[in-house]
């Protein structure tokens, strides 16, 4: 069929922002489809409340909303765009939820907009549990037995049938959250009480369970002519019982034989043939390892996760080619664009193995629950590609960026048997290294497969890595087995542990020895086709196909996996920077190992390889490439990671120098500079023991921020408030000593600012400065910034513009820099430099349509800013407010305290806009997810040192009509000044406790600002625990609870009566 | 583990490690694309006089079973695999790849680059090859020097077709199944819907066909060039227009020869699960299971009763044929699958009911 004539403009609706269960594959997904739909020459309207994303480039469509996906906002736009049609499907469940809901709310058939792709009617029939049972019995398919339930009533009476364990799975949620598996009365109580309060129509799925069967899934594609295609089949090395997305997964299934891959294949097709479906599809399925049985568990009548990764394990462009199936083309009228030659209409074959590994946020959340279930906890994945399962598994092994390089736990050693056991029985995020430890400790094969179900396949490749590390360390620096084991796998820095060597030997000897990888083209057909698709992975055989070119070349490292403190915003910087290099007449080649986003679409880059972003694996590439150099400012913490020993091994590091990378790092060097540059910072010393550090806090002062020198990212950084808090932190947070010294520095209070500039060494431009909500001391990612400052004076603007100018020319960058400064008391101090590209790049990028990552490649390839025609200086801001908000996935992650401090937390982020501050505030929250009511209760429970500031905030909420709830202790001071407020007890008081208040949604807001502090069994953990699960918003910052009332006061009108006059005489 | 080489004539040498039979072998060498199915694929006698090359990288992962041979006797020359399962997991599975090579003696050989040899013969076109005898030293140059000057038997037909006639009883309909080298999941769809299907050689003549009554003939799959089994396009000469006909790959091939159509030579096959085949009626695309090294000239059809029905979406070949008088229909991919997509399961219904029509006009015929 040809493609439809009679609709011009579309609009396309995003995912919003990265949270757990949705993360960049749909920037992806949303940019692919974008850019396909323009191709056919329709007019793309895109709504996204994400800003960090690539699709929100005014390049990706004609016109880009940065709103909140809510009802509210996408009906203005819809009414102000009229487009002609909509696009649902591509933008997750926030995407497919949201045509939903404007479905319901008439407002599509009142303004005669239609939803093209898959038909709301067959989503509804995928999502919606008991219709998609309907249809799989009319299909004659086999569901594992199952029940709708709206109450915990239904869902006892189902188990006296049934038994346990039973799975229980919320309606209409993504990455089953709130879902899980019960054993028991009590697992159940809790499990289905959270998931009907997570469903959006409260209605949980309780189905028995079928844990310990293969896990199978199938991406399948279907046009309006009912062609039907398999883009690819993966199995789970986990069994059924972990969400996919918390998997092992291997590209394609390795255990199935072709009658069980047709089955499955047959069924997949039948399904979505029968929903009718127009797009790409995922259908999951368990088999019964034993036996030809099996069960459909799910299907997603939309783009994925799961679609992104199979697009990328075969180079099939699945939702770019799902666009044009929704305008009407069909597989067999499309070309492949892989080979150019072929036709879409077709089945991949791979000649390679994928293996996808989570990225989960533990590292980060130490106290989180660590096992895995249905409920995905994941934040990010990493893929690799190899010729044998060994390879390709421990290629994904090391792209982690977890420390591990192999399938290796640190300090096994000190790990009992029996630790090994519980922890390979109950999956959790390290299962694949205590296989490792307990094959090495000589466990059988058997007896892990008893332990885990995991299929004996997998466990006997695992077993050959294991078994081949006495070969190896019996045969050091042997051709013939250090080749078999690169051929495995193994990294460098393994061989040089069972070598006793360095790995930069190891590399060296292999170099000399010929013994280095080839590169293979990912080319959808098994190289049957000739293909001239620029993508590559690594592997150890005779050909290489990856042939360089006469045009000089530079790299771009990638940033890995999305993480906490390391989302899609690299990613963005890492294309924009590909471009600006591909504009500037080179080669742009990509390194990264992250199949979500857009910067391993093939076609974005010169050249892409799906490597991992280790030296060993980065240098093989700078060896065959021999670029003019590396970009590494783009790519997060990751690539930065990397300089040092790139530089060590001859390569030329592009933009800011390592030695001025280093001075901006180095807190030591940092500090000196800083000296000479004659800029400010709070005061602050090392010290190597705790006695030290109590003489240090009480010479400068409390509170005092500590945190040990060795730690990235803000990790066991807390803010202490006297001397015993300090000794405190001291003896059960660190270990200080002379090789790990710990930061004491001076807590100011005051303004957070942040600002991102660019530099070419002589000339700097200034795009933005932005002004925090919440006072420093709160991660610069978990606080909400405001553009351009709202209260900041002329002579601190100024200020901060000649800082920022001086550290750039004085630390010498050459490309991006982000600092953070704090205002106190007047004075401006500079926190910290950050030389390479920051979270905020692609929210300022957009704000001011100054092109940041662009500009700074081109700077660092040798063009002025003049040169570039970029105007000096502070930019002039555009009209309006904007702000970001932060984002966060604390109701996936049980058990995390969501008090917020120098931890970044957030997963994610949003952005308001508007002319007033107020309304920005709205628009950011509302999009963040956070109900705003004009009216209601807030329970309000503070520490004493926030009493005073919170009897200002208490009143305002009270002159607009909000009733205040307290315990004991805030109320008293409430009551003292005044304010009208019941007392409500405290935990484990007889009575009405707050805790009560929570769960039945008697309260609309919660401050709590009370004892912070890691451990679950305080107070203060339970009551911001039992917000987040019970979906109520809590603020654990006072300036936050301060925006939020700005925001419910511009929205409502005070509630004050008239002042009392006098009588007249 | 012994040492083995892959010697082509292109002079291209692989260095790997045997499996399966010790002794040497030669065959021409091709490439399937197919991800599973490799007991199908080492068991299809269409395959005979060759070496297969796997391009998916992991073979042997799910062992062998009893259940999935498309033929007792397998005819392959040999297979290349970059890596073969040691220990196979699958509850089907008796025994090892290897255990069957060893049992049936054919060489294999892993540990080889097979992408590159599959370049190679993406570009050469199908090649000549030899697979060493495990563990001896061999001079390369003679070896290719010699494989150049070989020609390969031409009567793989007469290898693997059955030497005398044998039922396959059912009560449905009465088909006699022609093997040119029949793939066992033919005989399985026709005794699914119940035909009473006697095999015949494929050197049996139309006489002796029309002899037992059929109801219909299916044309089976084989391997070769159609050319060299003239005997059989004499043979569908005679049943063109008696009798209901449907024709698989060989057959496909040996029906446009006997309807005047000519054949050529591919480059290198069609070989694979990912197959599409368009539909020119319905428009619809089929992925489909293939396995062939030449192909129905659609100049040729010029002039002959014969009508191009489905076209290769990627290279235009022809993929099926109808006669436009008489009943009979040809494919040029596997319906019966194993291995590969069961999308033109469908092919089998209609040749069902292309013999139930027929008896209905033959019915009114004979009462009119």
């Known amino acids: 069929m040809p493609k439809r004539h009679d609709i011009q403009t579309i609009l396309v609706i995003g995912s919003g922002p990265i949270v757990i269960g949705q993360a960049a594959e749909f920037d992806y997904a949303g940019t692919q489809a974008c850019l396909a739909l323009k191709e056919e020459g329709y007019r793309v309207i895109l709504i996204n409340s994400n800003p960090a994303t690539i699709m929100t480039d005014t390049e990706i469509a004609d016109k880009v909303y940065i709103e909140p996906i809510t009802l509210e906002f996408v009906s203005r736009i819809l009414r102000k765009e009229r487009p002609d049609a909509l696009l649902p499907t591509l933008g997750g469940q926030t995407g497919l939820n949201m045509a939903i809901e404007l479905d319901e709310s008439g407002i599509l058939k009142e303004l005669n907009v239609e939803i093209l792709g898959t038909k709301l009617e067959a989503i509804h029939k995928a999502e919606d549990r008991d219709l998609f049972r309907t249809l799989m019995n009319e299909l004659n398919e086999p569901v594992p037995e199952s029940d709708i339930i709206h109450n915990l009533q239904e869902a006892q009476a189902f188990v006296e049938r049934i038994g346990y364990p039973v799975i229980v799975r919320p309606a209409f949620t993504l990455g089953g959250t709130g879902g899980g598996i019960c054993h028991n009365d009590e697992e159940l109580l809790e499990t289905v009480t959270s998931g009907l309060k997570y469903s959006p129509v409260t209605q949980c799925l309780l189905e028995k369970s079928i844990a310990g069967l293969k896990e199978i899934e199938y991406e399948v594609m279907r046009d309006s002519n009912d062609n039907a295609i398999v883009v690819c089949n993966m199995e789970n090395i986990d069994p059924v019982g972990i969400h996919t997305g918390d998997s092992i997964v291997v590209a394609p299934s390795q255990t199935l034989s072709d009658r069980e891959y047709q089955m499955l294949r047959n069924v997949s097709l039948k399904i979505i043939r029968a929903l009718k479906i127009e797009g790409g599809c995922n259908v999951q399925l368990a088999l019964d390892p034993y036996s030809f049985n099996y069960y459909i568990i799910e299907v997603n009548p939309r783009v994925s996760r799961s679609s992104a990764l199979a697009s990328k394990a075969t180079g099939y462009p699945i939702a770019k080619l799902a666009a044009k199936i929704a305008v009407g083309l069909t597989l067999d009228e499309m070309m492949n664009p892989v080979t150019g030659k072929t036709y879409a209409c077709f089945e991949p074959a791979l000649d390679y193995v994928v293996t996808k590994i989570p990225r989960w946020p533990f590292d980060k959340f130490e106290s989180a629950k660590r096992n895995l279930g249905t409920q995905m906890k994941a934040t990010g994945e990493v893929m690799a590609i190899g010729r044998t399962f060994e390879e390709s598994i421990l290629k994904a092994v090391r792209s982690l960026e977890t420390g591990h390089i192999h399938l290796e736990l640190k300090n096994a050693d000190d790990m009992s048997n029996e630790w090994i056991e519980k922890r390979i029985r109950r999956a959790g995020d390290e299962r694949l290294f205590f296989i490792g430890e307990g094959l090495r400790r000589g466990v059988s094969i058997d007896t892990i497969h008893e332990w885990s179900q995991i299929d004996l396949f997998f466990l006997n490749k695992l077993q050959n890595i294991v078994k081949y590390e006495e070969v190896l360390a019996a045969n050091p620096f042997e051709y013939e087995v250090a080749r078999k084991a690169k051929r495995m796998g193994f990294a460098d820095g393994t061989l040089a542990e069972l070598w006793n060597s360095e790995e930069l030997v190891v590399y060296n000897w292999r170099k000399e020895n010929h013994l280095i990888p080839v590169y293979k083209m990912v080319d959808t057909c098994a190289a049957e086709f000739e293909s001239e698709t620029p993508y590559f992975y690594g592997t150890y055989e005779d050909e290489n196909e990856s042939i360089r070119t006469d045009k000089e070349s530079v790299i771009v490292l990638g940033s890995g996996p999305i993480r906490i403190g390391q989302g899609v915003e690299f990613d963005y910087a890492t294309v924009h920077s590909v471009w600006a290099i591909k504009e500037a007449g080179y080669e742009a080649i990509i390194i990264n190992s992250n199949p979500e986003t857009v910067s391993t679409d093939f076609s974005i880059s010169d050249k892409l390889y799906f490597e991992p972003l280790t030296i060993e694996d980065v240098m093989h590439i700078v060896d065959l490439e021999q670029p003019k150099g590396v970009v590494v400012q783009f790519g997060g913490q990751t690539a930065i990671n990397l300089a040092a020993k790139l530089q060590e091994r001859g390569v030329q590091i592009l933009g800011t120098s390592l030695e001025d990378l280093d001075r901006a790092e180095n807190r030591d060097k940092f500090e000196q500079a800083l000296h000479e540059i004659g800029i400010p910072q709070p005061m602050g010393k090392t010290a190597v023991s705790s006695e030290e550090a109590v003489v240090i806090g009480n010479e400068i002062g409390y509170p005092v921020l500590v945190r040990p020198s060795y730690v990235l990212g803000g990790r066991a950084m807390e803010i202490v408030y006297n001397q015993e808090e300090l000794a405190h932190y001291m003896e059960f947070a660190v270990q200080a000593s002379p090789e790990h010294p710990v930061l004491v520095d001076r807590y100011l209070t005051g303004t957070e600012i942040e600002v991102d500039a660019i530099s070419d060494g002589l000339n700097v431009c200034i795009p933005g400065i932005m002004e925090h909500i919440e006072r420093a001391g709160v991660h610069s990612g978990d606080s909400i910034a405001v553009y351009p400052p709202q209260n900041l004076s002329t002579e601190h603007i100024d200020q901060l513009i000649d800082y920022t100018t001086r550290l750039a020319k004085g630390l010498n960058i050459i490309g991006l820099l982000n600092i953070q400064y704090v205002i106190s008391k007047g004075k401006v101090y500079v926190i910290e430099v950050n030389p390479r590209s920051s979270r905020t790049v692609p929210f300022l990028s957009k704000i001011t349509n100054i092109p940041m990552a662009k500009i700074a490649t081109k700077a660092i390839l040798g063009q002025s800013l003049p040169s570039q025609g970029i105007p000096l200086g502070l930019a002039p801001s555009p009209r309006g407010v904007y702000v970001k908000v932060p984002v966060f996935s604390f109701a996936k992650l049980r058990r995390v305290d969501i008090t917020l401090g120098p931890e970044m937390k957030s997963t994610g982020e949003v952005m308001g806009k508007d002319m007033t501050l107020e309304k920005a505030l709205y628009k950011g929250l509302v999009a963040a997810g956070m109900q705003i009511q004009d009216h209601g209760s807030v329970l309000m429970t503070v520490s004493n040192k926030d009493k005073q500031e919170a009897i200002s905030i208490a009143r305002r909420f009270t002159s607009i009509g909000y009733h205040i709830l307290a315990t004991e202790g805030t109320a008293a001071t409430l009551k003292e000044a005044g304010i009208p407020v019941s007392t409500v007890g405290k935990i484990g008081e007889e009575g009405k406790t707050l805790l009560d208040v929570i769960q039945k949604g008697e309260a609309q807001l919660v401050i709590n600002t009370l004892t912070k502090g890691k451990q679950p069994a305080s107070d203060g953990f339970r009551i911001r625990r039992e917000s987040v699960e019970n979906g109520v918003p809590c603020l654990t910052s006072l300036d936050t609870a301060e925006a939020m009332l700005r925001v419910i006061e511009s929205m409502t009108f005070q509630a004050e009566e008239m002042p009392q006059q006098g009588v007249l005489t | ?368």
Do not use: W
Request: glycine content about 10%; overall charge negative.
């Open chain 2, 1 to 368: 583990m012994l040492k083995r080489s892959l010697i082509l004539e292109t002079g291209d040498v692989f260095n790997g490690t045997a499996f399966g039979s010790k002794k040497a072998s030669e065959g021409e060498v091709v490439f399937t694309t197919g991800m599973t199915g490799y007991q199908e694929t080492l068991s299809d006698p269409s395959y005979c006089g060759q070496i297969v090359t796997m391009t998916y990288p992991l073979i042997g992962n799910y062992g062998i079973n009893r259940d999935d041979f498309e033929s007792i006797e397998p005819a392959i020359k040999g297979m290349i695999v970059r890596e073969l399962a040691e220990t196979p997991s699958n509850f089907r599975s008796d025994i090892t790849l290897n255990d069957l090579f060893q049992l049936k003696n054919i060489p294999g050989i892993e540990g080889i680059d097979t992408r590159k040899l599959t370049r190679i013969i993406r570009e050469f076109g199908s090649v000549k090859g030899v697979l060493t005898a495990a563990g001896e030293e061999i001079k390369v140059e003679d070896t290719i020097r010699k494989l150049k000057e070989t020609t390969f038997p031409t009567n793989q037909v007469e290898q693997v077709s059955t030497k005398r006639p044998y039922p396959s009883p059912g009560r449905g309909k009465r088909v006699v199944l022609v093997d040119f080298g029949m793939k066992h999941g033919i005989l399985r769809e026709l005794n699914n819907r119940d035909c009473d299907v006697v095999v015949m050689p494929y050197n049996t003549t139309a006489e002796e066909i029309m002899a037992i009554y059929p109801d219909g003939i299916m044309l089976s799959n084989g391997p070769g060039d159609p050319k060299d089994v003239p005997e059989a396009i004499k043979m569908i000469e005679n049943l063109i227009g008696k009798i209901p006909i449907f024709g698989i790959c060989l057959g496909h091939q040996l029906f446009a020869l006997a309807s005047g159509g000519d054949t050529f030579k591919l480059k290198f096959g069609h070989r694979g699960a990912n197959h599409p085949v368009k539909d020119l009626e319905t428009g619809r695309v089929e992925i489909t299971s293939q396995n062939h090294g030449y192909a129905v000239d659609p100049e040729s059809l010029i002039g002959t009763r014969l009508q191009v029905t489905h076209t290769a979406l990627n290279d235009g070949t022809v993929e099926g044929l109808k006669h436009l008088d008489v009943p009979a229909f040809t494919v040029q991919y596997h319906p019966e699958a194993s291995p590969g997509p069961e999308d033109s399961n469908h092919l089998f219904d209609r040749f069902i009911e292309l013999m139930h029509d027929n008896a209905n006009v033959k019915g009114e015929k004979q009462h009119a």
